[in-house]
């Protein structure tokens, strides 16, 4: 063993495991793999408990660590240290997120900290909730016809020191979605929905079609399909909270004629 080498002297290993939208047999084979190896799993709270209870090997030390917009939530630098700490002590870390460790998930913070502690790291992915969402609906995020490419975003800006008033220029997003075809898949976005409405119609046609889901791809799954224009209005209607994902294009306009043949549609102004 080269003792002059930090990396050579931790004896665990780390792995950022993606648990996908909440439907366990979502999951994929490498995913279940690496639960069933861990000694040690840190599990947020968007993880749905049937994948932890079917999978975790017995004895294995579980950890809820809470990460929930809009929620008291555990600290980013608490859960990076309980990581580090426990692949030194020799542990077999999972670190289990919702969706994709990567998309929306501060996958790629924690590897950062991981390698500045010497300490490289596997990464498995998960179906992410922006694209489960729609497909549990029957719409694609693009489609030759209506939407050639998809923009992933955050409707939850990072706050406190160092962060912008408004990180998320709204109104140029919309006229690029316009003018590109764009399918706008916005996550976190519930709670400013008012905002990102009005936003939006700057650069978007208040007849553009969208889609709110809730807990896509679980049993309580719900949605609620309307137009850009009533987009705060339909959410409160149809008593949307989150975790929701807001789906903007007009990747959705199948959606609003097979709801409207079966007067279930929301669409209207």
């Known amino acids: 063993m080269n003792n002059d080498n930090p990396t050579s002297l931790i004896a665990g290993r780390c792995t950022l495991v993606g648990a996908g939208p909440g439907d366990p047999e979502l999951l994929t084979i490498k995913a279940v793999k690496a639960i069933q190896a861990a000694t040690v799993l840190l599990v947020d709270d968007l993880v749905n408990d049937q994948i932890v209870q079917a999978y975790a090997r017995p004895g294995a030390r579980i950890v809820h660590v809470g990460k929930r917009g809009g ?20 542990e077999t870390v999972v670190r289990l997120k919702g969706g994709d460790p990567f998309i929306f998930g501060r996958g790629g913070e924690e590897v950062e900290h991981l390698r500045e502690a010497g300490i490289e790291c596997v990464v498995v ?40 008033e408004d990180p998320t220029d709204w109104r140029a997003l919309a006229a690029t979605a316009y003018n590109a075809r764009l399918t706008l898949v916005i996550y976190m976005g519930v709670s400013g929905a008012a905002y990102i409405e009005r936003e939006l119609l700057q650069g978007l046609p208040a007849d553009t079609p969208v889609a709110v889901i ?5 049993p309580q799954q719900k949605h609620v399909a309307t137009t850009l224009g009533r987009l705060q209005h339909g959410i409160a209607e149809a008593g949307i909270a989150s975790p929701a994902v807001i789906v903007v294009g007009d990747v959705l306009r199948g959606l609003a004629a097979a709801e409207a043949a079966v007067g279930e549609t929301k669409f209207g102004t």
């Not at 929620?71 to 020799?90: D, N, Y």
């Not at 809730?214 to 679980?218: G, I, K, N, V």
Request: hydrophobic fraction near 45%; glycine fraction near 12%; proline fraction near 3%.
């Open 71 to 90: 929620c008291k939530s555990t600290p980013q630098a608490f859960i990076e240290r309980l990581m580090i700490t426990a692949v030194r002590e020799g």
């Open 214 to 218: 809730q807990h896509a791809s679980l």
């Open 125 to 164: 992915n998960g179906i992410t909730a922006g694209l489960a969402a729609v497909t549990t609906l029957g719409v694609p995020l693009t489609h030759r016809d209506h939407a050639q490419g998809v923009v992933f975003v955050t409707g939850h800006a990072k706050t406190g020191a160092g962060a912008a």
